[in-house]
């Protein structure tokens, strides 16, 4: 059974970063073909895809964003860290993670998200 | 970066009522095209890969179609635990990945 579950800071300051955890189980980040990524839906809009990282330490990063983001992964730990730099309110939102197949790039997995808040 | 066009952005109906969404590309994606179902407090479901791929575990009633830049999602009777908002995401260019607006389907 494949699960995925973030955690990390329900509320953050503007200006600071954030540090959410993927910790997931049922498959391994050492698997060819697999990766794990981050996705955020700030409320009423549309999911945005963030970033993602492969098996082999490929990384891929939403140009718009990518300045502030930062992913890796801990494949004893099972476990995959987003980090966003300079928190604005606009970067409210619920953020999840997913596990990704490279056949057809598919995220055919995802954990259930955690709401981050940004306000002072 | 390639846009997806969703209509409608939401839609009422009654439990045993056809369902069609529809999604568009701005450019051909072939068939690099998935669906999910979003509910507030749970994970997302992904229901259909590819476009017309049923993922594992989905019920039939779920059925995907097109290519190119048209796709279609269709739920074939509607049943109580599908009111939900649905989007579809190419995965034709990676960088980066885009999902359409949504379609919000609702009890009427």
């Known amino acids: 059974q494949i699960t995925l579950k973030e955690s990390g800071p329900t509320l953050v300051r503007p200006t600071q970063t954030l540090t959410l955890t993927c910790t997931f189980s049922?498959?391994?980040?050492?698997?060819?073909?697999?990766?794990v990524g981050w996705i955020r839906q700030s409320p009423g809009k549309a999911p945005q895809w963030l970033t993602l990282i492969y098996w082999d330490d490929d990384k891929l990063y939403n140009p718009s964003l990518r300045s502030r983001l930062t992913i890796t992964k801990d494949t004893s730990k099972n476990q995959v860290v987003l980090t966003m730099t300079n928190m604005d309110p606009v970067d409210t939102a619920t953020y999840y993670c997913?596990?990704?197949?490279?056949?057809?790039?598919?995220?055919?997995?995802w954990g259930q998200g955690t709401l981050v808040t940004v306000s002072s | 970066d390639i846009q997806m066009t969703q209509s409608p952005s939401s839609l009422s109906a009654s439990v045993g009522d056809r369902v069609t969404i529809t999604c568009r590309a701005s450019q051909s994606i072939t068939r690099y095209l998935n669906w999910y179902q979003f509910k507030s407090g749970k994970a997302p479901k992904l229901l259909i890969y590819a476009a017309s791929n049923l993922q594992g575990g989905v019920p039939s009633r779920f059925s995907g179609s097109g290519s190119g830049t048209d796709f279609t999602l269709t739920i074939s009777s509607l049943q109580p635990e599908d009111f939900a908002t649905y989007y579809c995401q190419q995965s034709y260019s990676i960088r980066p990945l885009t999902f359409g607006g949504g379609t919000r389907v609702e009890i009427k």
């Open positions: 049922g498959f391994s980040l050492t698997t060819s073909g697999v990766g």
């Open positions: 997913a596990r990704l197949t490279t056949m057809v790039n598919v995220l055919d997995y």
